[in-house]
């Protein structure tokens, strides 16, 4: 059942709508229901719903819930037709479909945070030479020698914020504001680089989606026209520009629908502005915006709520005008107010820090032995940073003391024996080519590590393997050629028992029991991204200035932090206590929260340059400046406090400064709360009598795709649990760039001759030639004589669509189909039609394969995607092909017919081998030796004694 604000909230579809949901008040079951009421009541296409949430996550488990609902109601709507993701993504992929109209090449590719920021802190001295910049790189006014990457953080910062507030840089170049010319000359460097990757950023997503839409009306009206209801969830947390698009798209219908709390508006820091909250309404005619309230709390005992609530209440939202920058709102509490336990409790120190952890200690073991709680994952500790000193000093304290701590972003990675041991290798690999001396501190403390374990008599094969690769090298540096790439190397170590132990685990539990591996598997990740950031091939690697650069690059990525493995499903895994930021904790809900980080305060911020920035605003800043920090302030442990269910502890060490020589906890802002409450040992507070409720699991759809799942499992189950479940990744490299040019000629011709245009080879000629030259600036290394080669490739293609009179449906398809209780995805190369029947193809570069068992997954593969295209369109494909590129012809085309009974026969082994990787069964009987030549692992399994 649903309240009458929630069923409200479901049936009011048409016109604006403002629907304010404080926290546990089953804002994503209200949107379940909505979306549902739409697809079967008002029977609306799912392709004209658009749906965005925060995080990626949250869209998968909207999706997810979704169809649980769906299935409950016995409706049979294919979900996967919604355009639903986060904000980012969906303006991905319109930029995708309209690229052509934009300044993207064909391929372009999406910079993550880390790829940003290591673009900038590699290319720092060009932004340094633009006069007055280094103003951009100091924080708030300071004129201390800042580090590299602090430098870093405050540049990014600021170009971040051109993209945010829609500043025109070209005003920015011409202002005679020194910060803010400097800026517009940053920014148009930043955007040079870009070009030159051709890349964009999270915020160039939205500064390029804005000006396709503002420069050509027609794409605007089409995309606009397509979409019938929008909605989208934590809109505090949008920013100006996103504000922009939004309104822009929703301008042809005006059904939108945004969901948000301002008094959980967290992420200022990222451009967000509870602004667009707030003011909603204003956008619309008086009365036309419609206002619902979800004011029933569901998760925490009334109690908590009351805590919360006065919290907000010491903090003066209001200025001297009386303007107020939050919403005035009641939380209701669903459950009644009864029972003798406390609620709110202080778990304190008394004497020092010590104390403080000796005190966790006992309240933790205490709630355990009484019955309070059953499982250590039903307590997590929130605080501002999990990175502090003071946190590190208690997790270590717990986890010394017997008590299992998940705290994967505290910053421990690099400092993990299995990470320095593999880095200590590569740098004495390495020791006859570069000096020791001259390698960051971090990496000499690896080296020392990796001598001290070395020295034990299991470990001889290694030793005498390393003494023979570092001759090897040696060589490499006077003139001989490399053999082995960084990932290659790495592989190799895997079959010597230091570091084959790391990886032969058979425990695939919760992310902290196979933290080992998973660490492992991470640490491929890093050395893909620095050979392909750094361009590195393997004629290279025993270069010394690309050695330095890879331990420096080792060296950042280690003073920037690396988290540790999460599981998406599985947030507060089972026998282990929880340690989460704030931020990280916005959407979960535990019995029991222990908040920290009581000496916490805040201060007005005076930013010259944000300042002098003001003015240059597409839109005014809402919240008066001096007031930000306070606002913020409250709103964060607002937050946190709201994730309590059943029971709120607030901690910390009462006596003395804390580490940063603060002053006393708690600080003058939470002690008026603070002073009230009872401490955890006062019988008063009946703590025995409370018997906390499980963690309520996450419920995310699982997903299987033929080629990266079935397929990699039936070839070796073994190389499928190191690949997909624990995430090594695969010293392969990169696709060959034959066939990324074949591939992206083709989709070129599909596209254009969908448009009824017909293609000539001049076209297809200057498709290769601009193709091959965006390749080759991005780093690829190929011989011009790649291009004639491709062309005859792809003219192939082209001939045989000319003679047998092809036309083309559609390219490029992302199909998926929910098969039972998962979801089953794949890609079709194109859809043809011939004489109004269908046909799917699939393109090859490669030879025609020889064998019959090869064909045979080909056709299986294609059959699965005829049906699940079929389940899309409702329409129904004859025929599948092969295309094989590079044959002769005659040779090139191999044909399928559809046969139900060959797509049941498929189905049926799919959803076989979809149960053997779903009851984890990765043991391999007999090792399949086709697939052991080639595989990056062949030596770990060597070390197993498998092969």
Not at 41 to 59: L, N, Y
Request: aromatic residues 10%; negative net charge; proline residues 4%.
């Amino acid at each position: 059942m649903m309240n009458p604000s929630q069923q409200e909230a479901v049936t009011t579809t048409e016109g604006p709508l403002l629907l304010i949901a404080g926290p546990g008040s089953g804002k994503t079951r209200t949107l379940v229901n909505r979306v549902a009421h739409l697809l079967i009541d008002k029977q609306v296409p799912p392709e004209r719903i658009m749906i965005s949430t925060f995080t990626r996550k949250a869209a998968f488990e909207l999706q997810s819930r979704l169809l649980h609902r769906l299935q409950e109601l016995g409706a049979t709507v294919n979900v996967q037709n919604l355009l639903i993701g986060t904000l980012h993504s969906i303006f991905l992929t319109l930029l995708d479909k309209y690229r052509t109209l934009t300044h993207l090449r064909k391929g372009f590719r999406l910079l993550d945070d880390f790829e940003l920021h290591y673009l900038v802190y590699r290319n720092m001295d060009r932004f340094l030479a633009i006069e007055n910049a280094v103003y951009l790189t100091l924080k708030d006014g300071s004129y201390k020698d800042p580090t590299p990457i602090s430098r870093t953080q405050r540049l990014v910062y600021w170009l971040n914020k051109v993209n945010e507030e829609m500043l025109d840089p070209q005003q920015l170049i011409a202002s005679n504001d020194v910060p803010i010319r400097a800026l517009g000359e940053a920014y148009h460097l930043y955007e040079q680089l870009l070009r030159e990757l051709n890349a964009l950023d999270f915020g160039m997503i939205q500064m390029t989606m804005l000006k396709l839409l503002q420069e050509h009306p027609a794409v605007l009206q089409e995309i606009s026209g397509s979409i019938q209801y929008m909605m989208i969830d934590e809109y505090q947390d949008t920013n100006t520009i996103q504000e922009k698009l939004i309104l822009l798209l929703a301008g042809e219908h005006g059904n939108l629908c945004v969901v948000g709390d301002d008094d959980q508006s967290i992420y200022r820091f990222r451009g967000a502005t509870v602004q667009n909250l707030v003011r909603f309404e204003e956008h619309f005619e008086p009365g036309a915006c419609k206002v619902i309230e979800l004011d029933v709390n569901y998760r925490s005992h009334p109690r908590i709520i009351n805590f919360f609530a006065s919290w907000m209440k010491l903090c003066n939202w209001k200025d001297g005008y009386g303007t107020s920058y939050r919403l005035e709102k009641t939380i209701k509490p669903d459950k009644p107010d009864n029972g003798k336990t406390s609620r709110v409790i202080k778990l304190a120190g008394s004497r020092n820090e010590r104390h403080w952890h000796e005190e966790v200690f006992h309240f933790l073991n205490h709630v355990m032995e009484r019955g309070v709680i059953t499982d250590w994952n039903q307590v997590a500790f929130l605080f501002r940073s999990v990175r502090s000193p003071e946190v590190k000093r208690l997790t270590d304290y717990l986890e010394q003391h017997g008590i299992p701590v998940f705290a994967p972003r505290r910053n421990a990675y690099f400092d993990r024996p299995e990470v320095q041991l593999a880095i200590g290798t590569f740098a004495v690999l390495f020791s006859s080519i570069i000096d020791e001396r001259q390698l960051p501190s971090y990496i000499r403390t690896c080296t020392r590590l990796l001598r001290n374990e070395s020295l034990s008599p299991e470990h001889i094969e290694f030793v005498v393997w390393v003494k023979a690769m570092k001759k090897s090298f040696a060589e490499v540096e006077q003139g001989a050629a490399a053999s082995e790439s960084l990932l290659d190397l790495f592989y190799e170590l895997l079959q010597f028992p230091m570091f084959h132990k790391l990886v032969a685990t058979k425990d695939l539990g919760s992310a902290r029991e196979s933290r080992e591996v998973r660490n492992m598997a991470a640490l491929t990740k890093w050395l893909l991204r620095f050979e392909q950031l750094h361009e590195t091939n393997t004629k290279e690697l025993g270069v010394a200035d690309k050695l330095l650069s890879f331990f420096d690059f080792i060296a950042y990525v280690q003073e920037i932090g690396q988290d540790e493995y999460e599981d998406e499903s599985d947030y507060a895994p089972s026998g282990s206590v929880s340690f989460f930021t704030f931020h990280q904790s916005k959407g979960l809900e535990f019995p029991i929260i222990v908040t920290g980080s009581l000496d916490s305060t805040h201060y007005s911020q005076s930013d010259w340059i944000e300042e002098t920035l003001r003015p240059y605003y597409a839109r005014q800043p809402f919240e008066p400046l001096a007031q930000t920090s306070e606002y913020d302030f409250y709103r964060l442990f607002y937050t946190a406090f709201s994730r309590a269910q059943e029971l709120l502890v607030l901690t910390g060490n009462e006596q003395g400064p804390d580490y940063r020589g603060r002053g006393q906890l708690p600080s003058e802002y939470i002690e008026p709360l603070y002073r009230r409450l009872r401490s955890w040992r006062d019988p008063n507070v009946y703590l025995d009598e409370l018997k906390a409720t499980p963690v309520k699991p996450i419920v995310l759809q699982r997903s299987y795709a033929y080629t990266t799942d079935v397929s990699l499992y039936n070839d070796c189950p073994r190389y499928y649990l190191l690949r997909r479940v624990f995430g090594f990744e695969s010293a392969a490299g990169t696709p060959a760039l034959l066939g990324t040019l074949v591939h992206f000629a083709i989709e070129d011709m599909h596209q254009t001759m969908q448009t009824g245009t017909r293609v000539t080879e001049q076209q297809l000629e200057a498709w290769i030639e601009e193709h091959y030259a965006a390749l080759t600036q991005t780093g690829l290394e190929a011989p011009v004589e790649m291009k004639r080669i491709a062309y005859e490739h792809t003219f192939n293609y082209l001939q045989y669509v000319r003679l047998n009179e092809l036309g083309v449906v559609s390219s490029e398809i992302a199909v998926s189909s929910f098969v039972g209780d998962y979801l089953m995805n794949g890609k079709l190369d194109a859809v043809l039609e011939r004489d109004g029947r269908y046909e799917i193809i699939d393109f090859k570069t490669g030879r025609k394969p020889r064998n019959d068992e090869e064909q045979s997954r080909y056709k299986k593969q294609l059959l699965l995607y005829a049906a699940l295209w079929e389940n899309r369109t409702g329409l129904r494909a004859e025929a599948m092909r092969l295309f094989y590129t590079g044959e002769a012809d005659g040779e090139q085309v191999v044909s399928f017919t559809r046969e139900e009974s060959e797509l049941q026969s498929a189905m049926a082994e799919m959803a076989a081998t979809i149960q053997r990787i779903e009851s984890k069964q990765f043991d391999v009987a007999e090792s399949p030796l086709a697939v052991c030549a080639r595989c990056d692992f062949k030596r770990y399994c060597h070390g197993m004694a498998a092969v």
